[in-house]
C-alpha cells in the first residue's frame, strides 16, 4: 500500500471511530500519532492533508462553493456562543483553521505552510488541532448525508 492509502486508511479509521463514538479509541490514536517520540510524523502530516482536503472538499459542497472573488470564512463560537477571536486558539489549534480556510480558498501552498506550523507545536494542542480537522472532517459528511450529497470516494466505506 502506498503512502497516500496508509495515510487514508489511518483517516478512515479515525473518522469512522468518531462516528461510532468510540472516542477512547480515536484519543489513543491521535495521542501516538502526536507523541512527540513517535516516528509516525510524517504519517500524521499525510492524515491531516488527507482529512483537510475531505473537509474542504465537503464544506464546498455546503456553501455551494467559492466562486471568482468569493472566500469562506469561519465563524469560531465557544460552547456558549460566544465568538472566539483566532487569536486566542493555541498556536497548532489556530494553524489547522488557518489550514482549512486556506483549503477552501484554494490556497494549496498556505494550508501546507499552515499544516507545517501545526505539526512544529507540542503533543497536547497538536492532540487538538487534529481532533478538530477529525470533528470538522465528521460533521461535513453528516451534513452530505442529510443532503444527499457524496462524501470523497475514499471515505465512502465509513460507519454511518
Known amino acids: 500500500m502506498d503512502t497516500t492509502g ?3 486508511t489511518t483517516a478512515r ?3 469512522n471511530l468518531a462516528r461510532i463514538g468510540d472516542l477512547d479509541g480515536v484519543s489513543r490514536i491521535v495521542r ?3 507523541d512527540p517520540a513517535c516516528p509516525q510524523r510524517e504519517r500524521l502530516r499525510q492524515v491531516l492533508s488527507e ?3 475531505a473537509a474542504g472538499t465537503m464544506v464546498l ?3 455551494g462553493g467559492a466562486g471568482p472573488g468569493a472566500a469562506i470564512v469561519l465563524d469560531l ?3 456558549d456562543g460566544s465568538t ?3 487569536d486566542e486558539l493555541r498556536p497548532e489549534v489556530r494553524a489547522m483553521v488557518r489550514a482549512l480556510l486556506a483549503e477552501v480558498n484554494d490556497h494549496r501552498e498556505d494550508t501546507f505552510d499552515q499544516l507545517e506550523l501545526a505539526l512544529d507545536g507540542t503533543g497536547e494542542g497538536l492532540a487538538d488541532g487534529v481532533t478538530l480537522v477529525l ?3 465528521v460533521s461535513a459528511m453528516a451534513w452530505c448525508e442529510e443532503h444527499d450529497e457524496p462524501a470523497p470516494g475514499w471515505l465512502a466505506a465509513t460507519a454511518a
Do not use: C, E, G, P
Open 77 to 79: 463560537r465557544r460552547i
Open 51 to 53: 482529512l483537510l482536503s
Open 61 to 63: 459542497r455546503q456553501t
Open 13 to 15: 479509521l479515525l473518522v
Open 135 to 137: 470533528l470538522w472532517t
Open 32 to 34: 501516538l500519532l502526536t
Open 6 to 8: 496508509r495515510a487514508r
Open 84 to 86: 472566539v477571536d483566532i
